[in-house]
T-cell receptor, first 117, second 112 residues
Framework: GAVVSQHPSRVICKSGTSVKIECRSLDFQATTMFWYRQFPKQSLMLMATSNEGSKATYEQGVEKDKFLINHASLTLSTLTVTSAHPEDSSFYIC?????????????FGPGTRLTVL | QKEVEQNSGPLSVPEGAIASLNCTYSDRVSQSFFWYRQYSGKSPELIMSIYSNGDKEDGRFTAQLNKASQYVSLLIRDSQPSDSATYLCAVAGGTSYGKLTFGQGTILTVHP
């Protein structure tokens, strides 16, 4: 299998707080992990690409100082939304590329629904 | 022109019919093509991947790829109400190696 977990599945926070989301590949090693954001009735938007042991590559328009990504091991990447505001409320989904099979096959985590009050 | 285009639908088919979902892409050197299914409020689930021209079958699903026409499709045979979801076409390789570019998704409704 290729199982990816995310934690938490849902979080509600006050404006100005920071939120950390964890993404884990449970049964395989992932050289590359990806973070997406999805607003209602829209498709997935890639935020950043995370490679183990190196800095993340952010897509144009994504603030790297606001969305901190750490990929400390081959099975764990974290996304921290710093000083969250209501406009950051969204569905955040990570995916993992399976090492050895190329990174183009991605397996998605179940997502984290963030609501900022 | 969008990089990956899908008919947003909604596409409505009766139970037991064949549902046909289409996707075109603009990057001619794309190498990998995927269909994901996404239920409302859930994350995408990989259904099919296809890399070579022609057909690839997996159960009730058949993916078709035509690189010359830059076209990929998904056929769902014997459609079931549980197939009702948004189907996302994704393309990788070429100038965006390692990244997936998604279409906007096609909403499929299978009615009993």
């Amino acid at each position: 299998g290729a199982v990816v977990s995310q934690h938490p599945s849902r979080v509600i926070c006050k404006s100005g707080t920071s939120v950390k989301i964890e993404c884990r590949s449970l049964d395989f090693q992932a050289t590359t992990m990806f973070w997406y954001r999805q607003f209602p009735k829209q498709s997935l938007m890639l935020m950043a690409t995370s490679n183990e042991g190196s800095k993340a590559t952010y897509e144009q328009g994504v603030e790297k100082d606001k969305f901190l990504i750490n990929h400390a091991s081959l099975t764990l990447s974290t996304l921290t939304v710093t000083s969250a505001h209501p406009e950051d409320s969204s569905f955040y989904i990570c995916s993992a590329g399976r090492t050895g099979r190329g990174t183009d096959t991605q397996y998605f985590g179940p997502g984290t629904r963030l609501t900022v009050l | 022109q969008k990089e990956v285009e899908q008919n947003s639908g909604p596409l409505s088919v009766p139970e037991g019919a064949i549902a046909s979902l289409n996707c075109t892409y603009s990057d001619r050197v794309s190498q990998s093509f995927f269909w994901y299914r996404q239920y409302s409020g859930k994350s995408p689930e990989l259904i099919m991947s296809i890399y070579s021209n022609g057909d690839k079958e997996d159960g009730r699903f058949t993916a078709q790829l035509n690189k010359a026409s830059q076209y990929v499709s998904l056929l769902i045979r014997d459609s079931q109400p549980s197939d009702s979801a948004t189907y996302l076409c994704a393309v990788a390789g070429g100038t965006s190696y390692g990244k997936l570019t998604f279409g906007q998704g096609t909403i499929l409704t299978v009615h009993p």
